[in-house]
């Protein structure tokens, strides 16, 4: 039973151009999310989150938005970079209770390739 | 400030053995949590130790076991190892507050089961 799910396995994208990485969640116990980026041969490294109280949250390049009643978040970077090249995984908590405790569900992982 | 360190970075053990890995936390971290990366699974959540106590705990068979010392390091092992336990396994850091935020990983240990 996957609760975070991103569709697309592979995003490819010129340099200049935006980005647009999807997810789908169904536990609507859910109400923080983050991104997660992740180059070969190392840990992920956080991106951008966002609350379930927020529609939209960014930084800098980065912009995560939220639609609750959809169940679904994306991920925009604009203007894409080649260095942005990497696996991108979305991510969701529960902190509701305090019952969370560093319990991350994450989807599968969205493979981004932005090409010069 | 130093990151999350892991070790060891690579090992190989065959089936039956047992394997432990080690996490150092970021200074000041004192809530520990460990993932299994497999390509099938996805990264998945073992547990979480916080304060020498385990707090929370993912869909792992008992032969996943893990603790926590007192200066927050921690350590995860797992025991009879089957060719499924194959896997990078990510140490994650935070503060450590009950509520989940971000959370900081090592570059992981990469585990081969022959």
């Known amino acids: ?31 923080y999310f983050l991104w997660y980026k992740k180059y070969p041969a190392e840990g992920p490294t956080f991106l951008i989150s966002i609350s379930s109280i927020k529609d939209k949250n960014e930084d ?47 989807g599968q992982g969205t493979i981004l390739t932005v090409h010069p | 400030k130093a990151g999350v360190t892991q070790t060891p970075r690579y090992l190989i053990k065959t089936r039956g053995q047992q394997v432990t890995l080690s996490c150092s936390p970021i200074s000041g971290h004192r809530s520990v949590s460990w993932y299994q990366q497999t390509p099938g699974q996805g990264l998945q959540f073992l547990f979480e130790y916080f304060s020498e106590t385990q707090r929370n705990k993912g869909n792992f068979p008992g032969r996943f076991s893990g603790r926590q010392f007192s200066n927050s390091r921690s350590e995860m092992n797992v025991s009879t ?24 990983f090592g570059e992981g240990s990469r585990l081969t089961v022959l």
């Open chain 2, 81 to 104: 190892l089957e060719l499924g336990d194959s896997a990078l396994y990510l140490c994650a850091s935070s503060l450590g507050g009950s509520y989940t935020g971000e959370l900081f």
């Open chain 1, 60 to 106: 800098g390049r980065f912009t995560v938005f939220l639609n609750k009643s959809a169940k679904h978040l994306s991920l925009h970077i604009v203007p894409s970079q080649p260095g942005d090249s990497a696996v991108y995984f979305c991510a969701a908590s529960s902190g509701s209770g305090g019952t969370s405790y560093g319990k991350l569900t994450f």
């Open chain 1, 1 to 31: 039973d996957q609760q975070v799910k991103q569709n697309s396995p592979s995003l490819s994208v010129q340099e200049g151009r935006i980005s647009i990485l999807n997810c789908d969640y169904t536990n609507s116990m859910f109400d």
